[in-house]
């Protein structure tokens, strides 16, 4: 069974940095499209940065100027960089990726099982 394995959340301070991690885990799937989710305490889950197989990326206005999302598709792993973070950054964040056995196969829709992120004043 395919599953996403995320790393690099934890505690960091007002104006830090963290960088999260993506990748499949004990398969030869690959990821295609791909993004990052984050979900608030009594708040809905939302979109925070999203990138295609060719590299095109969105951004929620939230973090535009603030977080990177990229890709290393040598090693199959999927990155958001976060600069610069606020309080109201706190969540647990979640990949979520389109992986294909081949390029012209079905794309499987899967989520990692979140990983907490937590600002501090």
């Known amino acids: 069974q395919v599953q996403l394995v995320e790393s690099g959340g934890g505690l960091v301070q007002t104006g830090g940095s963290l960088r999260l991690s993506c990748a499949p885990s004990?398969?030869?799937?690959?990821?295609?499209?791909a993004g990052w989710y984050r979900q608030a305490p009594g708040k809905q889950r939302e979109l925070v940065a999203s990138?295609?197989?060719?590299?095109?990326?969105n951004y929620a206005d939230s973090v535009k100027g603030r977080f990177t999302i990229s890709r290393d598709n040598a090693k199959n792993t999927m990155y958001l960089q976060m600069n610069s973070l606020k309080p109201e950054d706190t969540a647990v964040y979640y990949c979520n990726a389109g992986l294909k056995l081949a390029p012209w196969s079905h794309s499987y829709d899967i989520w990692g099982q979140g990983t907490q992120v937590t600002v501090s004043t």
């Open positions: 990138i295609t197989s060719g590299g095109s990326t």
């Open positions: 004990g398969s030869n799937f690959k990821i295609n499209a």
